[in-house]
């Protein structure tokens, strides 16, 4: 009897992959990351391991070594294509080699390749990374260690050869056959309060009493089945810094890497200033693909992505002021909109988009963004109106970089705000289109609300823009401050601001001071916030600011071998080597030719499986245990393949556009329709604070109500929110010769207030349009209004409350 040994994928193959611990050092606002992947081949065959997976698209990956019968074998950084031939030579020959690259179409997407792992061997690769980490709106810092790469759309012809169109084993999240274990060391001057994590971590252990020092570790046995997020919240988090470090002593005191270099965090504080009430063209590009209809995360009563779509929409209608002009588009294969171009914001034009918001459905296939996106841009500019974009997408789409260098090409023209939807979704293109067009980004997993990200969104879209930003240095006679980040043309109230700088000439030699200026002007007034810092570089073996300040460089230049001009091509290349940080134009290339006798015969490649996240929708089935890709040999990369489904399989799926065979009968269509209604969007699921989905929600339901002018009328459909009947909601109006309307908006914002305070961000805007109506046709009966509703729908709301 035939004895599987170790663990094996569906196609009954041992995984030489075993266990991931990552090590991690949060100190402030960057993070520094040590990964080991630990491999074993228990097989009496040499292998080729081969794991693509997912890093944040800001990582600056800049170590690869292996440690082989405890001798360390560390990765020289090259040029890519040479890199590769390097390592395909090695393995021809028989030698062990190690190839660690990003994929040619997408920042976010790494491949490892362990090349003649022989019978009973076991291997450590290592790779180290740093990263700035994003502030959430709570003022939470917020560290993800992605696990989950979904298959992605796949744009155009050439981005065929993409790492993600590898033939990869699909296991249950459940199945998944390697664990990972994670130490966290936290350090920050500022205090911390707490950590908070999706997944479930051993007990917080304070290392100082100041509680400066924390250390947390994922509890024992973790499956790496989802995204890892640690939300860590310091005691303060706006108080601007200014860190200077040393440079390598071995490279030219002048060059990049050798002179000393800054990293600047500012939190400019910025008054809250309103725009114009009726300035904009928003346009709202939202995913409507099958992925759409599975969970915003692996919780079963998290809510449904397109229902959360849908309420998003609605609020962001409702807020909208008067005067503007709007769109909607949702996009999958192809796309649809609800106007042949914008239109102004009127009650007609706002009901009738409300009305098709409530159809929406997840039903448009793959997601091909790049074509609505040029629908857009094509569009006739309307004066007065700048273009406000906001995209929700999955962000399932292989060639990233097409998609960004289009919406870099239209920056001049528009601000885009993207959202990332679900675990999985690409950080390279909803921080790419973001970072290109003075946008901001944002990513929806866990129990974060769409909602909440996409109102904050819109009130930095209405707020004035600060205009003619500059930098400047005061600096010791001798030395001189360099840019090395790009130039800051937007920046948003409550944000942060990090700035990259080299420091080129003579340091001082005594302990001395500089400092650095960051002025702006803001509707027409000249501010500024000026930082004092000592000039006393400190030494840090990773080199973390300088990586940082490369990556920055990088990230400004590096749009894939497909979309990068030569020069800038070159510049990335140069770049990179210097530091040391991948690019999309190199590679980490390690040979051990050290082995008793190179390895003769055919070697198996062995492709690690990786979590995917995936529910059951008209054009995807739903992934059950035993599923595997068709697959056929191209380039010397096994691609997915639609051709093979001639084979006589019975059962099949499209995933993003690629084909997907089922080695287990499936459920008849009978079953199938039994699944899909049991996901079906009429049954609804419960979102946080018992707050009922789209259409039976109160707090909805009234919003739903509101006019496009602010106000609400005082109607059936009022009262039945209120509890309460029209003829007593109409007697106890005090101003009883006035419009009802104003009595029936302060009577609607009252009962927001008293019902719907915790999600108060959420309709925070439309809140404003209510109180400019009132102002506008109730101004001085305002106070005898409130306190009448006060009485009649017994609340104790105070008008400091109000945003009156």
């Known amino acids: 009897m035939e004895h599987q040994c170790g663990l094996i994928t569906g196609d009954k193959e041992p995984v030489p992959l075993k266990s991931i611990s990552v090590t991690l050092s949060i100190d402030d606002f960057v993070a520094g990351v040590s990964a080991t992947l630990n491999y074993e081949n228990k097989e009496e065959i040499p292998v080729e391991a081969i794991f693509v997976f997912p890093l944040d698209e800001d990582s600056a990956v800049y170590s690869f070594e292996a440690l082989v019968d405890g001798k360390k074998i560390v990765a020289e950084l090259q040029e890519k294509t040479q890199a590769q031939s390097k390592y395909e030579g090695a393995i021809s020959q028989g030698h062990q080699a190690y190839l660690l690259e990003g994929d040619d179409y997408s920042r976010d997407v790494f491949s490892c390749n362990i090349g003649n792992l022989l019978p009973g061997a076991k291997v450590g690769v290592t790779l180290r990374y740093v990263q700035e980490l994003p502030l959430d709106t709570d003022g939470a810092l917020r560290y993800v260690l992605p696990a989950i790469l979904n298959p992605r759309y796949q744009l155009s012809e050439q981005s065929v050869n993409s790492s993600l169109n590898m033939k990869t084993p699909i296991v249950p999240l459940e199945a998944l056959p390697y664990t990972l274990s994670m130490v966290a060391t936290i350090t920050s001057q500022h205090g911390i309060e707490r950590v908070q994590s999706n997944c479930s971590l051993s007990p917080i252990q304070y290392l100082a009493e100041d509680k400066t020092s924390v250390q947390v570790s994922l509890a024992e046995g973790h499956k790496f089945d989802r995204d890892v997020e640690l939300l860590i919240y310091y005691s303060e988090v706006h108080s601007p810094s200014v860190a200077v470090e040393m440079g390598m002593q071995d490279m030219k005191p002048d060059s990049l890497m050798g002179s000393p270099s800054a990293m600047v965090s500012f939190y400019p504080d910025l008054p809250e200033v309103e725009g114009s009430r009726a ?3 928003f346009v709202f590009l939202m995913d409507r693909s099958g992925s759409m209809g599975s969970r915003l995360s692996h919780h079963n009563d998290s809510q449904l992505r397109i229902e959360a779509a849908k309420e998003t929409l609605l609020l962001l209608l409702k807020s909208l002021p008067m005067g503007c002009y709007f769109n909607i588009y949702g996009f999958g294969s192809s796309y649809e909109k609800f106007f042949p171009e914008s239109v102004l914001y009127t009650q007609e034009t706002m009901e009738e988009a409300v009305k098709r918001v409530k159809d929406l459905k997840a ?15 094509k569009g006739p500019s309307i004066p007065g109106h700048p273009l406000q974009l906001f995209v929700f997408t999955d962000g399932e789409v292989d060639d990233t970089f097409s998609v960004i260098k289009e919406v870099k090409l239209n920056s001049k023209k528009h601000r885009c705000f993207s959202f990332g939807i679900g675990e999985g979704a690409s950080t390279s293109l909803i921080k790419g289109i973001a970072r290109v067009s003075g946008g901001t980004a944002e990513f929806i997993t866990g129990k974060g609300r769409m909602q909440t990200k996409a109102l904050g969104s819109l009130k930095f879209a209405l707020n004035c823009s600060v205009e003619d930003i500059s930098v400047s240095w005061e600096l010791p006679p001798g030395l001189s401050a360099s840019m090395l980040s790009s130039e800051q043309t937007v920046i948003f109230r409550g944000q942060r601001l990090i700035i990259y700088a080299q420091l080129t000439g003579t340091m001082p030699q005594v302990e001395s001071s500089g400092k650095v200026c960051f002025k702006y002007t803001l509707k027409g007034k000249s501010l500024e916030n000026r930082v004092t810092f000592s000039l006393q570089p400190k030494t840090n073996a990773s080199f973390t600011i300088h990586r940082l300040a490369a990556k920055s460089l990088i990230q400004m230049k590096d749009l894939g071998s497909h979309e990068t001009s030569d020069g800038e091509k070159e510049d990335v290349l140069n770049i990179s080597i210097q530091s040391g940080v991948l690019s999309s134009f190199t590679a980490f290339i390690a040979v051990n030719k050290e082995l008793n006798q190179p390895v003769q015969g055919p070697l198996a490649p062995r492709v690690i499986p990786r979590p995917m996240t995936f529910s059951y929708s008209p054009t995807l089935r739903k992934y059950r245990s035993g599923y595997r890709p068709l697959y056929k040999r191209r380039r010397g990369k096994c691609s997915l393949s639609e051709d093979t489904l001639s084979e006589g399989h019975d059962m099949y799926a499209y995933v993003c556009g690629k084909a997907y065979v089922s080695l ?27 707050h009922k989905v789209f259409g039976e929600n109160a707090i909805l339901h009234l919003i739903s109500l509101q006019k496009a002018n602010g106000s609400w009328e005082l109607d059936e459909e009022l009262t039945k929110i209120l509890g309460t009947s029209l003829e007593d909601m109409k007697e106890a109006n005090p101003a009883k010769d006035q419009d009802p309307s104003a009595w029936a908006t302060v009577l609607a914002l009252l009962w927001l207030h008293a019902n719907g305070k915790d999600l108060k961000c959420e309709w925070e805007l439309l809140e404003r349009k209510a109180v400019a109506w009132l102002h506008d046709h109730a101004d001085s009966t305002i106070p005898m209004l409130v306190q009448a509703a006060n009485s009649f729908l017994k609340l104790s709301v105070t008008p400091d409350d109000l945003v009156f």
């Open 279 to 281: 300035c904009g063209e």
């Open 363 to 377: 039903d448009l296939g793959g997601t091909e963004i790049l074509t609505p996106l040029l629908n857009i841009y």
């Open 664 to 690: 287990d009968s499936m459920e008849d269509e009978e079953s199938e329709s039994k699944m899909n209604d049991s996901e079906s969007p009429t049954k609804k699921p419960k979102l946080q604070n018992d």
